[in-house]
């Protein structure tokens, strides 16, 4: 029999449920792909989604935990709220709390090929806009990423002005940080430290950036598009 008392335990736990699995509240937890591990061959191989989502990002939640416990200050913040005040907290927070947050970001920045969708008009309109073309949007990006020495990201984002720019950010930086020297709203990312290609692609950055846009989540790009909007 259902009563309201069961009616409201239910939606605390379907509640529970949803923070749990956005991986991005407290307690920190690692999200489970919303793919396959191999289902992004031959683009990005098993392997290597295997290690990155499971030994690297996993690595990035639980030193991002340890550190809730050694600051109190930490607990109960999103992961959101961290990276906009990260420069008040120390080197392993900034290093975990953009790792969790970036690696995050990409999984879902990420389909299948095939399964991914295309940009929307209203995002082609403001591609074309800031950078002429589609093509040249991902020339900028690839050479973004390529010219990013050492470890880190090439991000799409959206200004505080709401203009697209692509910027690259070192190590677990990302442009929702305090510290960025670029700061938006990103819409799409990819992973250019060596653990995200060197199986299959070893020294060939370029290459695997080349070779990476098949993958691409449009329809994800395109919401979170609208949203930045907003
Ligand atoms: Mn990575």
């Known amino acids: ?5 069961s009616v409201l335990a239910l939606a605390l736990f379907c509640a529970t449920v949803v923070m749990a699995t956005t991986g991005l509240a407290q307690p920190f937890a690692l999200p489970a792909l919303p793919y396959a591990n191999d289902a992004l061959e031959p683009y990005m191989d098993k392997l290597t989604v295997d290690i990155h989502h499971g030994l690297h990002h996993q690595g990035y939640v639980n030193n991002l935990n340890a550190q809730v416990k050694t600051f109190p200050k930490l607990e109960g ?3 959101e709220a961290i990276m906009a ?3 008040t907290f120390n080197a392993a927070v900034r290093g975990n ?3 969790h947050y970036n690696h995050d970001f990409f999984w879902k920045s990420m389909a299948p090929a095939g399964k991914g969708g295309e940009p929307s008009a ?11 073309s589609l093509g040249e949007l991902k020339k900028q990006f690839n050479q973004a990423g390529l010219t990013r020495l050492g470890s880190g990201w090439a991000w799409l984002i959206v200004t505080p002005e709401k203009k697209l720019a692509i910027t690259a950010t070192a190590n677990q930086d990302n442009p929702l940080m305090d510290i960025a020297e670029v700061k938006g709203t990103p819409i799409l990312v990819v992973d250019v430290w060596e653990h995200a290609y060197y199986l299959s692609y070893q020294n060939r950055r370029a290459s695997f950036l080349n070779q990476w846009w098949p ?9 979170r598009f609208a949203k930045a909007l907003r």
Do not use: D, H, P
């Not at 029999?1 to 008392?5: A, E, F, H, S």
């Not at 209203?122 to 950078?131: D, P, Q, R, V």
């Not at 993958?215 to 919401?223: A, D, G, R, T």
């Open 1 to 5: 029999m259902i009563n309201k008392l």
């Open 77 to 79: 913040m999103t992961l």
């Open 85 to 87: 005040k990260v420069s």
């Open 97 to 99: 709390g953009g790792g």
């Open 122 to 132: 209203e995002l082609i309109s403001a591609i074309n806009y800031a950078f002429g």
């Open 215 to 223: 993958l691409v989540n449009w329809n994800e790009v395109n919401s």
